[in-house]
C-alpha cells in the first residue's frame, strides 16, 4: 500500500515511476538504463534486500553511484540519520 500511494503522490506531482519490489530488483533497475531517473525514493525496509544495503552497493557502483536517493521511512528518523548510511534526504511516511 505505500508502493501505491508513494507512485500515486509522486505522479500527482508529474513525475514519471517505476517501481521494484526490493533492494536487489531496484539495482537490476538502475544498472540496466540509470539514465531514466532523475532520483530514487528508496525504501529502507524491503524483502530480499533493503534500502540500506541496496543504496550502499548503489553508491559503490561509478554508472549509478551519483543518482540522487531519498530514504522513504515510516521510522524516526532525520536527514542526519540517513545522510552516512548514503542516502540524501528522508521522506517520512505517512508522506503528504
Known sequence: ICLQVAVKMMTSLGCTCDTASNGRE???VLRKDSSSFDM???D?????MDGIEA???LRK?????DIPVAAFTA?????DDVVPMGFD???NKPAS
Do not use: W
Request: hydrophobic residues 60%; aromatic residues 0%.
Open 44 to 48: 529502507l525496509r524491503m524483502p530480499v
Open 75 to 79: 521510522e524516526e528518523l532525520q536527514e
Open 55 to 57: 543504496t550502499g552497493l
Open 40 to 42: 530514487v525514493l528508496m
Open 26 to 28: 531496484a539495482l537490476e
Open 61 to 65: 557502483e561509478v554508472a549509478i553511484k
Open 89 to 91: 534526504a528522508i521522506v
